[in-house]
């Protein structure tokens, strides 16, 4: 009977969560419209479970000509694991330094100090792999430049791109439920126990926990109290921080963490 109030939050949330997405696709609409010749640096995504190698594309779409480029390379190295780099050799033979280790961010370079002429190739410029780590969430790969130093042409002057950010999006791995018993240590074990999602601690993530993530909705993590501030308490009596309730762990909370946790509903 108490569910009645959460039925109702979720149908308004629910609703909200749709025009939200709306007005996202509607923007990223307008954005591609007035972006049709842009110069842009492309992020491709890709999916997997935890195990799985994902390749990941960054791509040149209508490129002005370059002689040199450097990119950084962000992705979330709870989730992710950079195994391997593969140069597509569209921008040169000074292909990209590949550092002792796959650091975070990661740079690509390409440093053609002596080309006499931009290359002007468009398509694939790099594959990046990444291992999905276990308990990884979707999360985005990013590139980013500086526009003043970056990218240049032969005469040495700035060349600026658009970027777009890819995902390497998780899915769920079903969960270990014991045939026949035996395995687990009580029968009945809640699948979402100690889920991240399960904000309220009561083995369940549902409109409940989606409620309380709601609640702190605009935090992010350069507020003073980010790890302190509790608004409501858990089933056991703790509080629950702002922190906990960034889900997808990128530092704020907003509609991706709501997405996240609708999408992790138990049942
Ligand atoms: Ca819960
Ligand atoms: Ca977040």
Same mark, same amino acid.
């Given at each position: 009977?108490?569910?009645?109030?959460?039925?109702?939050?979720?149908?308004? +949330?629910?609703?909200?969560?749709?025009?939200?997405?709306?007005?996202?696709?509607?923007? &990223?609409?307008?954005?591609?419209?007035?972006? +049709?010749?842009?110069?842009?640096?492309?992020?491709?995504?890709?999916?997997?479970?935890?195990?799985? &190698?994902? *390749?990941?594309?960054?791509?040149?779409? %209508?490129?002005? !000509?370059?002689?040199?480029?450097?990119?950084?390379?962000?992705?979330?190295?709870?989730?992710?694991?950079?195994?391997?780099?593969?140069?597509?050799?569209?921008?040169?033979?000074?292909?990209?330094?590949?550092?002792?280790?796959?650091?975070?961010?990661?740079?690509? +370079?390409?440093? %053609?100090?002596?080309?006499?002429?931009?290359?002007?190739?468009?398509?694939?410029? &790099?594959?990046?792999?990444?291992?999905?780590?276990?308990?990884?969430?979707?999360?985005?790969?990013?590139?980013?430049?500086?526009?003043?130093?970056?990218?240049?042409?032969?005469?040495?002057?700035?060349?600026?791109?658009?970027?777009?950010? !890819?995902?390497?999006?998780?899915?769920?791995?079903?969960?270990?439920?014991?045939?026949?018993? !035996?395995?687990?240590? =009580?029968?009945?074990?809640?699948?979402?126990?100690?889920?991240?999602?399960?904000?309220?601690?009561?083995?369940?993530?549902?409109?409940?926990?989606?409620?309380?993530? +709601?609640?702190?909705?605009?935090?992010?993590?350069?507020?003073? %109290?980010?790890?302190?501030?509790?608004?409501?308490?858990?089933?056991?009596?703790? =509080?629950?921080?702002?922190?906990?309730?960034?889900? %997808?762990?990128?530092?704020?909370? *907003?509609?991706?963490?709501?997405? *996240?946790?609708?999408?992790?509903?138990?049942?």
């Amino acid at each position: 009977m108490s569910k009645k109030p959460y039925r109702l939050i979720t149908i308004i +949330l629910a609703v909200m969560l749709v025009f939200g997405a709306f007005s996202m696709i509607g923007t &990223a609409a307008v954005n591609s419209m007035s972006a +049709l010749d842009e110069p842009m640096i492309k992020v491709a995504s890709g999916s997997g479970k935890a195990g799985d &190698a994902v *390749d990941v594309a960054i791509s040149l779409e %209508n490129n002005p !000509g370059v002689a040199s480029m450097r990119l950084l390379v962000g992705y979330d190295t709870s989730s992710l694991k950079l195994v391997k780099v593969e140069d597509k050799g569209l921008l040169g033979s000074a292909a990209h330094y590949m550092g002792p280790e796959f650091a975070q961010p990661y740079t690509l +370079l390409w440093s %053609n100090g002596t080309a006499k002429t931009n290359f002007t190739a468009n398509g694939t410029i &790099a594959v990046l792999q990444f291992e999905i780590l276990q308990g990884a969430k979707s999360s985005q790969v990013t590139v980013t430049y500086n526009a003043r130093s970056d990218i240049h042409n032969v005469d040495l002057k700035p060349v600026s791109f658009a970027t777009e950010n !890819g995902t390497v999006s998780v899915a769920a791995v079903p969960s270990p439920t014991p045939a026949g018993g !035996g395995s687990g240590s =009580g029968g009945s074990v809640p699948a979402s126990t100690g889920s991240i999602y399960d904000l309220n601690g009561d083995s369940k993530v549902d409109s409940k926990d989606f409620a309380i993530l +709601l609640l702190y909705c605009g935090f992010d993590k350069s507020s003073s %109290n980010w790890s302190t501030l509790a608004k409501v308490k858990d089933s056991k009596g703790k =509080g629950i921080t702002a922190s906990s309730c960034d889900v %997808n762990r990128d530092g704020v909370i *907003d509609m991706l963490d709501l997405i *996240d946790l609708f999408i992790h509903y138990t049942k």
